[in-house]
């Protein structure tokens, strides 16, 4: 199998009604993708709300099914009932170090799931404070949470957002030149590229290959920010599976929807997305993998220092 493959993955926010990660990681794994991005939930996992043993759990999954796996700190309401907040740029001091300990904490478990990286984002700017300073605490912020993973060996692909403060393409390119580190990368959202930029999202991916950590998949109609069920929208995915074949990414790419949003069961949205993504791109470069056909994963080796080396791809061992 062809190293120049990438992975399909799916995010675990895309179970809105289930509280069972072990259901949920099952129906992952037995529809055929071959990597799980964990996002941090009260619903699902957690570490301030679930024990110990549950993390015990996901890990043993992973381990036995060989799926690839990338943390997520996306989530709405991860310590606080109002909406990504905390967040980096905060304009409480107080509320930015509770999230800056809670990213810390993050990336110490990716270590632990041996995580391909561990997804970011930069949350809303806040009413009242300048532009120039919440710029400064969030280049200061992930300067720190940089140094952490490092030691921790792991990787951060931060994610620009049209309704945030890192917004566009731009934003990240700039973050990326002041941070100057080597495992500070891009969770590269095809939708939010959709939205926020006037350039195609096939030019992006070619212009930045070595900064893309992560991808997530999601469908986007006329520009405005809401994902879609794949094929709802405008984005082709032929042609974005064909650029992400031609530059030679072997990462995850994970859908990332919310079934609260469209109005689909849980376990119906993971199936049918895949099932579009096979039946619809069946030429593409993905490596499919049938139904609870085993597989094992070249785990990235970590470095402590250094350049770190790409993630590891998924071969069937049946």
Known sequence: MSDRRFLLGYNTCGFSHTTDIDH????????GY?????TLDKRHYHPHHHDRSVLERIKSFLTSSGMVNVLATGARYVLSDVKHEPSMVSADDGARTRWMAFLVESIKMGEELQSDCVMLHSGYQPKGVEKARAWDWMVQEVTELC???RE????LGMEFHPDMFLRTYDDFKRLKQDVGAVNFGLTLDVGHCECTESTSTADIIRECLQDVFNIHLDDIDSRVHKHLMLGQGQIDFKEIFRVLSEVGYRGLASVELNADDIGVADDELAVDSYGYLVERVSKGPFIIRRPAERVGHERRRRHTTGELPEPGVVRSTA
């Open 24 to 31: 949920i990681l099952r129906v992952i794994h037995s529809t």
């Open 34 to 38: 071959q990597g799980v991005e964990l």
């Open 147 to 149: 140094r952490v993973a």
């Open 152 to 155: 921790h060996g792991q990787r």
